[in-house]
């Protein structure tokens, strides 16, 4: 129904910067929000970010708050994680998420294979 593919991991410094990209594609489906979760090893998946697709108000975890934006480009079903003045304990496999407007669970329906942050120097 909804495929998510996610790019833009990778290995960086602390105090480094990256941006993830996450694009829906599929058929019969309308966006109602976007968001990032990260799973670190030996911890639960956690929430960092999530963007409402038509208003554009935005949440953040505030581990990340000040540090991370969340944005989104409508006409490309596309959402991006901007993460600035990276720390160690960001390291973690992040997952991009999509909320279906055409289900009714109020939870994220589809989810990504998720790309991996490394911050390490």
């Known amino acids: 129904q909804v495929q998510l593919v996610e790019s833009g991991g990778g290995l960086v410094q602390p105090g480094g910067s990256l941006r993830l990209s996450c694009t829906a594609s599929?058929?019969?489906?309308?966006?109602?929000?976007m968001g990032w979760f990260r799973q670190a090893p030996g911890k639960e998946r956690e929430f960092v970010a999530a963007?409402?697709?038509?208003?554009?108000?935005?949440g953040y975890a505030p581990s990340v708050k000040g540090r991370f934006t969340i944005s989104r480009d409508n006409a490309k079903n596309t959402v991006y994680l901007q993460m600035n003045s990276l720390k160690p304990e960001d390291t973690a496999l992040y997952y991009c998420?999509?909320?279906?407007?055409?289900?009714?669970?109020?939870?994220?329906?589809?989810w990504g294979q998720g790309t991996q942050v490394t911050v390490s120097s």
């Open positions: 998420a999509a909320d279906d407007r055409l289900t009714s669970s109020v939870a994220f329906d589809y």
């Open positions: 599929g058929s019969d489906f309308s966006i109602n929000a």
């Open positions: 963007i409402n697709w038509s208003s554009g108000n935005t």
